[in-house]
């Protein structure tokens, strides 16, 4: 299984002493987690301005990152931009294309796009007592 990493929410993740995040970590450590990332110019302006820039290599060098092609990832958003609440069409462009389901994430507007079964009719993780969300499937 895969998840999305919220620019948002990269603050909480990288810091060890956020017990929230705790399940998230150990989920991509020991469950064969991945987060998805796609390097459209949304995502590499929000994680690099956000301070995901060293947290995204580090992902790939432990190959806990798996991306999506830009091109895919970009039409669809443009597809969607006038379909959505959030100002978020690159998340839920790269939560339909790569099938996620779950997103870390504090945004609210954007948890509204996510669990539009119209949309991707997914989940929302932003606590340690979501960490049902978290199974062992695999990411491909």
Known sequence: MCIILDVNSIGKFKNPADEDMDPVRDWLERKNGKIVYSYTEQFN??????????????????????????????????????RIESDDPHII???????????????????????????VGGKIYQTKSHSRLLTRDTCP
């Open 45 to 82: 302006k929000e994680w690099d301005e956000g301070g995901g820039y060293q947290l995204r290599r580090n992902l790939q060098r432990r190959d806990k990152f798996k991306e999506i092609p830009a091109q895919e990832v970009q039409e669809k958003a443009d597809e969607l931009e006038d």
């Open 93 to 119: 462009a790269l939560a339909i294309i790569a099938e996620v389901k779950v997103l870390v994430s504090n945004d609210r507007r954007l948890h509204e796009d996510f669990k539009n079964r119209n949309l």
